[in-house]
């Protein structure tokens, strides 16, 4: 029997053309087994709704395939660079729909620190001094719009400058002509000043990009919002707004960046199928005299 779509999470019949042609196709078991039991929309539905909701696999609601099914099919398309390929295909969709070119030549990179909850290993979490928490810190490039081209987690004790060479390594590797069918490479970075120092030296001699340190205005005070810099500050709010990665829970780094990707494939499909960015509704008034 065909599941209800009543989560908020759960994908339109637009949103659904959109992802629909990007899986892979529903193929037997390369052993001989049987051919795939679920719908494929109800596995992506179960995925969506664990990042948005929070929940364990365990706790999915009973309407969605069973858990064990679900996260079997999320570490399979993980192996096989589901998501990556995904988010190309989709930031480049994005990008032609606003009348940009789908391959960005510039981009914008941050790092952000979240708590790590009581299943993140001690080999993989850290205390960052400046910001405080104990956990694990993201770092992502995204384009001139905020839409993700790369993310790496890592401990929270990680320097800016330093997690930042393993990102653009993993931004250099993925735009690589052998293995990516992106024509452009983003060589124009901006970033804050914790990037500062002998990482743009670094990035323009090995990885030819330039790397441009946007600093705040001279006796700013409060807060304020700096050219450039605003749009991945954003894209780090819009990642926070999905309740799996209000605080680092996995087990593994490479899962957290599976969730953050997931995340962003969910908001780049609504902002298709809609055609427009997302627009938070209003502030609701309820009178209590009637």
């Not at 969605?64 to 988010?87: A, D, G, I, K, M």
């Not at 956990?135 to 993700?148: A, P």
């Not at 670094?202 to 919002?225: C, D, H, M, N, Y």
């Amino acid at each position: 029997m065909a599941r209800d779509h009543r989560y908020p999470s759960d994908l339109t019949d637009a949103e659904w053309a959109v992802v629909e042609p990007l899986l892979p196709p529903p193929t037997a078991h390369p052993q001989g087994g049987r051919r795939e039991k679920h719908p494929r929309r109800d596995l992506v539905d179960a995925i969506l709704y664990v990042v948005r909701s929070g929940c364990s696999w365990r706790q999915l609601p009973v309407d969605f395939p069973p858990w064990e099914t679900v996260y079997w099919y999320f570490t399979r398309w993980e192996q096989q660079r589901l998501t990556f390929r995904l988010l190309d295909a989709l930031r480049a969709r994005v990008r032609t729909d606003a009348g940009r070119d789908p391959d960005p030549s510039a981009g914008l990179m941050d790092s952000q620190t979240v708590k790590g909850a009581d299943t993140v290993g001690a080999d993989t979490r850290g205390y960052d001094a400046g910001k405080k928490p104990g956990g694990r810190k993201r770092f992502i490039v995204t384009d001139t719009l905020g839409l993700l081209l790369a993310v790496v987690v890592l401990p929270a004790c990680m320097q800016d400058r330093d997690g930042a060479k393993r990102l653009l390594l993993e931004l250099h590797h993925r735009q690589h002509p052998l293995l990516s069918t992106t024509r452009r490479r983003t060589r124009h970075l901006s970033a804050d000043a914790g990037f500062a120092g002998a990482l743009v030296e670094w990035a323009r001699t090995t990885l030819r990009t330039t790397l441009e340190i946007v600093r705040k205005p001279p006796g700013q005070k409060g807060f304020s919002v700096i050219p450039r810099r605003w749009a991945v500050e954003r894209t780090l709010a819009w990642l926070t707004g999905y309740r799996r990665l209000a605080r680092d829970y996995e087990r593994h780094p490479a899962t957290s960046e599976a969730f953050i990707r997931w995340a962003s494939i969910a908001t780049m499909t609504r902002r298709i199928a809609r055609r427009a960015p997302a627009v938070r509704p209003g502030r609701r008034r309820f009178d209590l005299a009637t």
